[in-house]
């Protein structure tokens, strides 16, 4: 899973929630993607008589220090999965039961990934974090920060690219509300790279507006059977074009409740010096959420949909009939969507208001004709007890349908696989 954080988000969060922990503070509440301090305010006693506060000793100006500090994120769990394949064959549909499994790791769902922040100055914020996943180590992002100026930022590095929210905002386990990732962003090869961003804000009368544009190397593409992949950190650019991504986003509410965005991405994804050289990769995708928070409960939806469009190539074909089809071609389009829905009451009972109940349907189609052709449903759903505003406990069910269809001339047949899997999972920002 890949897991991106709102870097300065948590880093301004840590501080302010630390201040807020006085004595006097109940706990801190996450209703939605917001986040309450509760503070139980004490009857005062009026027949006494309390000293005036001291006045405030005078204000020293002084040389700002430089500041290093580590969070980060964990998840663990157990998962029980049950499966069955199913082929058409001419003499009817063969259903095979694969064995169950479970394990405790959750699979490719745990997660250990410290985040290391260096506030060199009011203006530079150094920041990097690795991750253990799925039994490797890597790299989530890796670069500075330039606070240029209020609503304006510039990062270098190895970034995440600003399309859509779900993997800058969304994706960390303390903050998904569910214990696996929507598989229309998991399919999508969106990730990090390296290269420079543009960030910011700006209120627009009783508006806001926000923009993210970076320019990075770019993906790369396959020339065995057309599918691009996003470069991880060690790789190096494969041509002399660079790929351009950006979001806008519009917060039309007062309250910042709702949000609408969109995103787009283009660059090209061929090998230099190759017969795929000009061979490029254009995405877009809409993205919305709507956060309510007012009693006697606290709702949360949150939706987007994107595409990827690859131009026109020949491949070689893995499985070639005759002499004549030793190549093929295929409108490289695929496209996602996903969509999550999730409910937590505001009540006094102190247990009640720390549950949580998401559900969430996510679907992908890949190429039609490719030789990874492929379309996955996923219906989600799940509850959470939220232990305090970072911590979280969730039990989750998800019913995943994968189908491969025929295609003679790549001499792929049919399977229909199904999986069912139920969740156990613990997940904390330290």
């Not at 949360?300 to 030793?326: C, F, G, H, L, R």
């Not at 379309?375 to 406990?393: E, H, K, L, M, P």
Request: overall charge neutral; hydrophobic content about 40%; aromatic content about 14%.
């Amino acid at each position: 899973m890949k897991q991106y954080i709102t870097i300065i988000t948590i880093a301004l969060l840590t501080s302010t929630f630390a201040k807020a922990q006085t004595k006097d503070t109940i706990e801190v509440q996450k209703i939605g993607d917001k986040y309450y301090v509760i503070v139980d305010h004490p009857k005062v006693d009026t027949t006494k008589q309390f000293a005036p506060a001291p006045a405030p000793p005078p204000t020293i100006s002084k040389t700002f220090d430089s500041h290093f500090m580590v969070v980060g994120l964990a998840t663990i769990g157990f998962l029980n999965t049950w499966s069955v394949n199913k082929v058409n064959t001419p003499t009817g549909v063969v259903s095979t039961k694969l064995p169950t499994t479970n394990s405790f790791g959750d699979v490719a769902h745990y997660e250990f990934s410290p985040m290391f922040l260096w506030r060199h100055s009011d203006n530079i914020l150094v920041e990097f974090e690795p991750s253990f996943s799925n039994g490797s180590l890597g790299v989530n992002w890796a670069d500075i920060t330039y606070f240029a100026y209020p609503g304006v930022i510039l990062r270098a590095g190895y970034i995440v690219l600003p399309f859509g929210t779900y993997n800058k905002r969304l994706a960390a386990g303390w903050i998904c509300k569910l214990p696996t990732d929507p598989v229309s962003i998991t399919s999508s090869p969106v990730g990090s790279d390296w290269g420079i961003e543009l960030e910011g804000g700006q209120q627009t009368g009783k508006m806001k507006v926000n923009y993210d544009v970076a320019l990075t190397n770019g993906f790369t593409l396959s020339a065995t059977d057309g599918s691009i992949a996003n470069p991880d950190v060690n790789a190096v650019d494969n041509n002399l074009g660079k790929t351009v991504t950006g979001r806008f986003g519009w917060l039309p509410a007062l309250n910042s409740g709702v949000e609408i965005g969109a995103s787009g991405l283009w660059g090209k994804a061929g090998d230099a010096n190759t017969a795929y050289k000009n061979v490029s990769t254009a995405m877009g995708a809409l993205d919305f959420q709507w956060v309510y928070a007012k009693k006697p409960v606290a709702i949360n939806i949150k939706a987007e949909a994107d595409m990827q469009y690859v131009t026109n190539a020949s491949y070689s074909n893995p499985n070639p009939p005759t002499v004549s089809d030793t190549t093929y071609t295929y409108k490289n389009l695929s496209y996602g969507y996903y969509g999550m829905f999730s409910i937590r009451p505001i009540v006094a009972d102190k247990f009640f208001r720390n549950v949580e109940f998401a559900v969430r349907y996510s679907s992908y189609q890949s190429p039609k004709g490719s030789a990874f052709e492929n379309r996955q449903d996923q219906i989600s759903a799940g509850v959470c007890y939220w232990i305090n505003w970072r911590t979280v406990f969730k039990i989750g069910y998800e019913n995943l349908i994968t189908t491969n269809p025929d295609n003679n001339e790549l001499a792929i047949t049919n399977l229909k696989n199904t999986q069912n899997i139920l969740y156990v999972q613990f997940s904390v920002q330290f």
